[in-house]
């Protein structure tokens, strides 16, 4: 290791974004695995993947059957991760397109993945999820495909599995913090985007949302434009990522029971299911931007505790929080083998979620009015 390097450890071990990561990280994921113990020894084991039928073909008037389409989102990140998902997700029986901000990334996981499968069924498109103009882009793209294709207009799964852990403060384009625009307002713009293709499939549909046990360490928050865009931390001399980030996974899980809450109750629908997914800690390059020898030292320790898992078990949560029955939308997925937990007390404020939506519903507008014609 360089002297730049062992500096770069030492500066970052003296930030609270370190202390909150090393005790308060680790303590939300026990605290969830100790709830997820308890759990199973006072309920039966609430469901398997395995169980599951595989989605029907989608019949297009056109041209007969076609496969049901899901969406992965943040492929730019871990190539095993996703390369295991998109195999997985193609063996039951989805067309998997691929999105990601790396059009070379993009590539190296799509040639991955055909060479351990050339039955799979992919698609890959460029898009930022950090950029509105980038997911309006992508939609358009998306169209295009389906109809060049002679597809059914519709999509039957939606992942929003994007995020970043950003250490040093940078903005979108639209004025938003990098990581809270990427990992949850950028979530909620697709989703927006998206709906109407979720609504038009001819079967149940469903998103899932990809949060974390870090949620557990935000103790309260207002939901006001300046907080949920970000934009209040570049004013501060210290960029607390830890917070930032604990912040946006808590903002996944209050959009994903609210969505749960309006598609269910105010709409009367039961055809679109949203599901939050939280894989626990997974070996993928989400530390990257952590100094090296600190992000190793973190995962030889999650090792050692038996808490860090494999990237193909982290595509077990995903995979079955995707084929679980339809009643299983509004639950919070956490450690795989179709097992649920409660999250943080928080995360249920039924008053902080509305207030939520309504922030976000301005923001997206702000940043679609400010589009160019």
């Known amino acids: 290791m360089s002297s730049k390097d ?29 709830q997820l113990l308890t759990r199973s020894m006072t309920q039966k084991s609430t469901y398997n993947h395995c169980a599951v039928s595989p989605l029907p073909p989608i019949t297009s008037s056109a041209s007969g059957r076609r496969l049901p389409i899901c969406i992965i989102t943040g492929v730019s990140t871990s190539l095993a991760h996703h390369c295991w998902s998109a195999l997985a997700l193609s063996r039951e029986g ?34 930022d999820l950090s950029s509105l103009s980038s997911i309006m882009r992508f939609k358009e793209s998306l169209d295009q495909w389906l109809l060049d294709s002679d597809m059914h207009p519709s999509i039957q799964l939606l ?39 979720l609504k038009n499939s001819p079967v149940p549909s469903r998103i899932i949302n990809l949060t974390s046990f870090t949620h557990r360490n935000v103790s309260g928050f207002r939901a006001e434009k300046e907080t949920v865009s970000g934009k209040r931390f570049s004013k501060l001399k210290h960029y607390p990522c830890a ?31 949203v599901i939050a997914v939280d894989p626990g800690a997974v070996k993928t390059d989400i530390m990257r931007e952590v100094p090296w020898c600190i992000s190793q030292v973190a995962l030889l320790v999650l090792g050692v505790l038996g808490l860090l898992q494999s990237p193909e078990a982290g595509v077990s949560s995903i995979l079955d929080a995707a084929l679980a029955p339809p009643e299983t939308s509004g639950l919070y ?41």
């Not at 691929?98 to 996981?109: D, P, T, W």
């Not at 055909?114 to 498109?125: G, N």
């Not at 029971?257 to 629908?269: D, I, N, P, R, T």
Request: charged share 15%.
């Open 243 to 273: 917070e930032i980030y604990e912040l946006s996974k808590l903002c996944m899980l209050l959009f994903s029971y609210e969505l749960h809450q309006q598609l269910h109750l105010a709409e009367g629908s039961q055809s679109i299911s």
């Open 333 to 373: 997925f956490f450690g795989g083998n179709g097992r649920t937990v409660d999250s943080s007390a928080l995360s249920y404020d039924l008053k902080l979620s509305r207030e939520l939506w309504a922030t976000s519903c301005h923001i997206f507008q702000d940043s679609l009015s400010a589009q160019p014609a």
């Open 6 to 34: 062992l500096m770069e450890a030492l500066h970052f071990a003296c930030t609270l974004s370190f202390w909150r990561m090393t005790f308060l990280w680790t303590y939300s994921l026990i605290i969830s695995y100790i």
């Open 159 to 197: 992942i929003n599995n994007a995020g970043i852990l950003a250490t040093t403060s940078r903005l979108t384009t639209e004025g938003h913090d990098q990581m809270m625009g990427t990992n949850y307002i950028g979530a909620f713009s697709l989703t927006e985007v998206l709906l109407p293709l």
């Open 94 to 127: 989805f067309c998997v397109v691929l999105a990601g901000r790396s059009s070379h990334k993009l590539s190296k996981v799509m040639s991955n993945i055909r060479s351990q499968s050339e039955e799979v069924q992919l698609k890959a498109f460029q898009v």
